[in-house]
């Protein structure tokens, strides 16, 4: 349900919002929240991958799901489960919809958790922290949320453009295909 939040944003601007005032006590339970939920998110979008990703990857004709469930057996195989779970928490889509496929690309369940909550912590705790840390080192701070929030999106969809980018390119490159997809020469 959360695959449109805009979680880089949200979190930095909360560990922003939850700098403390002169004299008052610094709470930040943000950073337990944001932790809980990015694991227990991953592991959510995990389990209905496992259970019923692999049938519905035999099953579709959706060209684009397919090629999809190809990148992202790639990006597994290029990376390795570990390396590759942890960096997808970094990037905004890809957070997203690698939990299902690696479910349905038969990633081993302790080897996801394991990995999952790796990146989760590095990536939920990290991104809350650097607000607090810039939201207590700039006094007023409250008065450049919208451009701070606006750099944000624009540094978070830097690598999903930039791999748009490179997919047109390729597609470009590669020639004319035909019908079945193959390249006409």
Known sequence: MGFFLPGDSLLFTAGLLCTAHAGDKVHLPLVLVAAAG???????????????????????????????????????????????????????????????????????????????????LLWAVGVAVAGYLLGSSISGVDRYLLPIGEVIVVVSLAPVALEVRRGRRAGVSSGPRDRDGAVDR
């Open 38 to 120: 990015a694991v227990g998110g991953a592991q959510t979008g995990f389990w209905p991958g496992r259970r019923g990703g692999r049938a519905l990857l035999a099953r579709t004709t959706n060209r684009h799901l397919l090629e999809e469930a190809a990148r992202a057996r790639r990006f597994l195989a290029r990376y390795g489960h570990g390396r590759a779970i942890v960096l997808a928490r970094f990037v905004p889509v890809v957070r997203t919809v690698l939990n299902p496929l690696a479910g349905a690309l038969d990633v081993p369940a302790g080897t996801f958790a394991l990995w999952q909550v790796t990146g989760g």
